[in-house]
C-alpha cells in the first residue's frame, strides 16, 4: 500500500516487481468453471451439473433439505450472498433464496413464507420442540431468524 498509493501507479506493473514473484517457483492453477453447480455421480462417474440461471446470482452458502410441504418429496432450500467485498466491487446481494422441489423446478423462498431478500445467510437448521418444527436461518452480521414451519 505504501509503494502503490494509487491504481494507476501499479495498473501496468508486472507481478514480478509488485511482489517479488520468482516465476519459476509458481504453481500455476486455472480456473474452468466459475458456475455454482453439483456433481452427480452416474455410476461411480462424477459429472458436474451447473445450476439454473435463477441460481447463479450471487454466492450460494446454505442449503437445508427436507419436505417443506408434507407432499412425501424432499425440497431443498438454498440461501445465500456474500457482502465482504471491498466497495469497489459491490456486494454479492441478488439473491433472494430458493426453494428447489423434486421436480427441480425453483421456487422463491417467499413463496415459502421466508424473508431472505437483501441478507448473507449463512446456515439452515431445523429444531423441534413441543411437536413444532422451526426453522433456523442464521446469517453474517444479523439477528438470527427462526420460522415456524407450518404444515
Known amino acids: 500500500r505504501k509503494q502503490y498509493n494509487q491504481y494507476s501507479a501499479f495498473a501496468n506493473q508486472p507481478l514480478t516487481k509488485i511482489r517479488g514473484l520468482d516465476f519459476d517457483q509458481v504453481h500455476v492453477l486455472t480456473v474452468n468453471e466459475?458456475?455454482?453447480g453439483y456433481f452427480e455421480n452416474q455410476?461411480?462417474?462424477y459429472q458436474f451439473v451447473r445450476f439454473d440461471p435463477q441460481l447463479q446470482q450471487s454466492p450460494i452458502n446454505a442449503f437445508l433439505v427436507a419436505d417443506f410441504?408434507?407432499?412425501?418429496?424432499?425440497e431443498i432450500l438454498v440461501?445465500?450472498?456474500?457482502?465482504?467485498?471491498?466497495?469497489?466491487q459491490g456486494?454479492?446481494?441478488s439473491f433472494s433464496g430458493a426453494v428447489i422441489d423434486h421436480n427441480g423446478n425453483i421456487h422463491s423462498s417467499a413463496d415459502y413464507?421466508?424473508?431472505?431478500w437483501n441478507k448473507s445467510v449463512r446456515h439452515f437448521d431445523l429444531i423441534s420442540r413441543n411437536n413444532q418444527t422451526?426453522?433456523?436461518?442464521?446469517?453474517?452480521?444479523?439477528?438470527?431468524?427462526?420460522?415456524?414451519i407450518e404444515f
Open 134 to 148: 422451526y426453522l433456523i436461518v442464521i446469517f453474517n452480521d444479523e439477528t438470527t431468524e427462526i420460522y415456524r
Open 34 to 36: 466459475l458456475a455454482s
Open 69 to 74: 410441504n408434507q407432499d412425501q418429496n424432499t
Open 113 to 116: 413464507g421466508l424473508d431472505l
Open 79 to 88: 440461501g445465500g450472498n456474500y457482502f465482504g467485498v471491498i466497495p469497489f
Open 43 to 45: 455410476e461411480g462417474n
Open 91 to 93: 456486494r454479492f446481494d
